[in-house]
């Protein structure tokens, strides 16, 4: 199988701090990583788009300074929060797509990790 | 403006008959059509997709049906089992090429009672 994990899976920081999450593909090459955001009972929403070796696409409202995206490697990209506030608290889940393959249904998630920001 | 809908928050049925889990979209420019299944404080997990030229796809207990005039898509889960008792989430693309990305409609959380 297809296995992503990320790292924190739950973060406690303190406002104004930075967090970096880690998305890593373990078993397979990920050329393509999603980062989402889901709020309590809400949906997944697409926070921005990273290829291997380029910058991020952001979605629309997404704070691209707040928010920092690298995906330094086919197995790793990071998530930095940047100046974390309350609102900020989340769950954030990775996807990964294989680079071997084209079809949209091999992107495969992350567990997420849980931000609470005090 | 949500393109993605399911209008079914939650769903309760019980363990060995049919769960029928609906998804509504919007943009006619979606192709590429898929199931996921989260657990809480987990990611979401693949369970199924069908692209537009199809009207059904199955797997063992699962089969999405996809009537495009309609804009409407839907799980089917026989016989449910408590296993499955999860959030649902139903998502959309254009296309299905590398770098897609895709719509993930609000989710409806499915129990199934023993």
């Known amino acids: 199988g297809a296995v992503v994990s990320q790292h924190p899976s739950w973060v406690i920081c303190k406002s104004g701090t930075s967090v970096k999450i880690e998305c890593r593909s373990l078993?397979?090459?990920?050329?393509?990583m999603f980062w989402y955001r889901q709020f309590p009972k809400q949906s997944l929403m697409l926070m921005a788009t990273s290829n291997e070796g380029s910058k991020a696409t952001y979605e629309q409202g997404v704070e691209k300074d707040k928010f920092l995206i690298n995906h330094a490697s086919l197995t790793l990209s990071t998530l930095t929060v940047t100046s974390a506030h309350p609102e900020d608290s989340s769950f954030y889940i990775c996807?990964?797509?294989?680079?071997?393959?084209?079809?949209?249904?091999?992107?495969?998630f992350g567990p997420g990790t849980r931000l609470t920001v005090l | 403006d949500q393109q993605v809908k399911q209008n079914s928050p939650s769903l309760s049925v019980q363990e060995g008959r049919i769960s029928i889990l609906n998804c509504d979209y919007t943009?006619?420019?979606?192709?590429?059509f898929l199931w996921y299944k989260k657990y809480p404080a987990e990611g979401p997990t693949f369970l199924i997709s069908i692209s537009s030229i199809k009207d059904k796809n199955e797997d063992g207990r699962f089969t999405v049906f996809l009537n495009k005039s309609a804009k409407h898509l839907s799980l089917h889960i026989v016989p449910s089992q408590p296993g499955d008792s999860a959030v649902y989430f139903c998502a959309a693309s254009v296309g299905m090429n590398y770098g897609q990305n895709f719509v993930f409609g609000p989710g409806t959380r499915l129990s199934v009672l023993p």
């Open positions: 996807s990964a797509r294989r680079a071997d393959r084209g079809r949209a249904d091999t992107q495969y």
């Open positions: 078993d397979f090459q990920a050329t393509t």
């Open positions: 943009n006619s420019m979606f192709d590429y």
